[in-house]
């Protein structure tokens, strides 16, 4: 049944997507399971997604009651569960206003058409001329506004005329922001506090604070895009947390619902937020009330359960013991909490090592600039991390 799917999928579905030959059917906590009933660690949690674990049952819960009370009705209307989630997260981060999408990348399409509105409608910047800085090999998503910034060829090639009015600069170089943000058309700089796609690169100590006292000096706003590092992913609930930095505008997707339904959001200021006006932006599911009851549950399940600490303790133990893998061909174990990579000398083929991977039980894919990215749930504990480790060593210990 479930291979006739992969060969239906295969047959007639997009192919946009670079497949490991296995077809799950099956999620529960850290592990995932195949038409087979062979269980794997899931080491790409769908993408830094279900940090909670596959089918956390307090958010199944949540999702049942809701389905049966109400899942959309437009935000035409007022609904009873999207004020208390923008409450909550507004409160819980620092927040005046938070704006409901569906994906990521419609968040940074959101950031990017606020960051122009402030450059016309407050900081004064001539019709049209507004700049965005963004990052060498940042990755914010697929749409036209996210890819337009991206300096990775096959996110761009062909899919011109691309929007005009980015800036891209070496991640983790403070000079280069330095010198960019004398420009007065420059409205914004968005930035993963850790770049995640790219391979995972972890900016300097200092990086942030300096990044965030230059936006404030040259009015330019600070746009963090903390999709895939936030929400406990990094050790602690955002990665601009490491640093205590607080940015004008900020990104959470993914793991915001733990993997049920789809919703990003952008925090800010009232001033900036409200930019917006009806007629403006929205989503027709943007906000709708079985992603914010759900949302609410997850967020809540993340402080609780005190996800981000123990993906800061397991964390560590990861890059610990991994580091003893080091050799020519093993160059770098790179992250913070469970948001790791291991990076491969020129000559290793790191599909070949996500196979062997699989075939030994723990699923992860290769990322941006040869690493194998392992972000596993974050409920995973230090003995099923010992568990996946060793797995990982065998394997690597063959290259
Ligand atoms: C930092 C960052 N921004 C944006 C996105 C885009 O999110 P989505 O795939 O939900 O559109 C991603 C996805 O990987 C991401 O890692």
Redesign the pocket.
């Known amino acids: 049944m479930n291979n006739l799917s992969q060969l239906a999928e295969d047959q007639y579905c997009s192919l946009n997507y670079e497949h490991l030959p296995i077809t799950i059917t099956k999620g529960k906590g850290i592990y995932l399971f195949d038409d087979r009933d062979s269980r794997y660690f899931d080491f790409l949690s769908g993408?830094?997604v279900v940090n909670q674990g596959h089918c956390h049952p307090r958010l199944i819960e949540v999702a049942i009651q809701q389905l049966q009370k109400l899942t959309l009705c437009s935000r035409s209307f007022y609904n009873d569960q999207l004020g208390l989630f923008s409450e909550y997260i507004c409160n819980l981060l620092g927040y005046d206003r938070v704006l409901p999408m569906?994906?990521?990348?419609?968040?940074?399409e959101t950031a990017i058409k606020l960051a122009r509105k402030y450059a016309y409608e407050i900081k004064n910047v001539p019709s049209g001329q507004a700049k965005i800085v963004v990052m060498h090999n940042?990755?914010?998503?697929?749409?036209m506004g996210?890819i337009s910034g991206s300096t990775d060829y096959y996110s761009y090639h062909n899919f011109g005329p691309l929007l005009p009015g980015f800036v891209s600069i070496p991640f983790n170089d403070v000079f280069a922001v330095k010198n960019l943000l004398q420009d007065p058309t420059v409205c914004a700089i968005i930035i993963?506090p850790i770049?995640?796609?790219a391979g995972v690169f972890v900016p300097d100590e200092g990086y942030l604070t300096r990044v965030r006292q230059l936006c404030t000096e040259a009015k330019v706003l600070m746009i963090a895009?903390?999709?895939?590092?936030g929400m406990g992913r990094s050790g602690k609930f955002l990665a601009c947390d490491y640093e205590e930095v607080k940015p004008d505008l900020l990104?959470l997707?993914?793991a915001i619902t733990g993997g049920v339904t789809?919703l990003?959001v952008v925090l800010g200021s009232d001033g900036i937020i409200s930019l917006l006006q009806p007629g403006m932006h929205g989503s027709t599911y943007g906000g709708n009330p079985l992603t914010c009851a759900i949302a609410l549950e997850a967020i809540k399940v993340i402080i609780e359960e005190k996800l981000a600490e123990n993906a800061f303790k397991v964390g560590e133990i990861f890059r610990d013991e991994m580091a003893k893998t080091l050799n020519g061909k093993i160059k770098a174990i790179r992250g913070r909490g469970l948001l790791n990579a291991i990076a491969f000398d020129e000559s290793i083929d790191t599909t070949h090592i996500c196979h062997q991977l699989m075939h030994n039980g723990i699923l992860a894919k290769p990322t941006r600039n040869n690493a194998v990215r392992f972000t596993p749930p974050l409920i995973i504990n230090p003995e099923q991390m010992a568990s996946a480790m060793e797995i990982i060593y065998n394997v690597l210990a063959t290259k």
């Open positions: 993408y830094s569906n994906t990521g990348a419609e968040a940074t940042n990755f914010m998503g697929r749409t996210s993963e770049q995640g796609e895009d903390e999709i895939q590092s990104l997707g993914k789809a990003s």
